[in-house]
């Protein structure tokens, strides 16, 4: 089922530039979150079938257009119905066959899946409230007392066409998202001007950000990296140019990552001058 992983294409959000997929154009990215890997053992699950649905309907086909051919006497049937049992039996096992596929190979991951992004059973181990802005990504810690502004960084010659574009064209920022792994994260997504959409591929997420409206969902990532995303809601002309960047690492490292900011940010608070965000 591994195999369909790397010729199986990836579902992207119609509105989403497609540069967040520029590394892997007819896969999926590497799944770092049980939710990703649902996802991806869904739709490989999904592909293996509907290809034997495939070929196995249309050698059904093939073999009727021979075996059924004119030339051999064969006439077009006059009934517009079933009449015999063998014809209902064609009829019925297909939708039979069909709703066992859709309800029960398929329903009950998905349904997991669900419970899986909706996780409110325990609580999170990590707060992250996510901001969107035109243009930019606000990222806030509640218990820690950390907010970040995240930008795009990409030059502006790349952008003009002046200097060749770098291999994450359109997708560096000046300060990125730092998560722990192993975590119980819940993240809380809003807006405070149009509807952005936080969107990271990895992960297997991607939820709106709604002005007046607080939306959560909860993912635990299991692998140290950094994650690349866009936002996928056409929210005005710099929409391409709203890229996400999430470096996962471990505890010690983003509790190091915490102190640090808070205490640049005490600095800049008794000089009275605006506080720099920690990368």
Sequence with gaps: MQVLKRFAPAAVTALASGAA???YPYSFPQPVTPIAHETLEVHNLFMSIIL???FGVFAIMLYSFWKHRKSRGHVAADFVAPRSRKQWLWVLAPFAALLVIDYGIFGIPAYHAVL???DTRTEADLVVKITGSQWLWLY???AQGVQIASHLSTPRAEIDGTEAKDKNYLLEVDHPL???VNKKIRFVTTSNDVIHSWWV????VKRDAVPGFLREF???IDTPGIYRGQCSELCGKEHGFMPIVVKAVPEAEFEAWIAAHKARAATSADAGTPAQTAS
């Design 21 to 23: 997929f520029a590394g």
């Design 52 to 54: 034997v649905l495939f």
């Design 116 to 118: 899986n992004y909706e």
């Design 140 to 142: 806030e810690f509640p």
């Design 178 to 180: 730092v998560l722990p």
């Design 201 to 204: 591929p990895a992960f297997g």
């Design 218 to 220: 909860w993912a635990r």
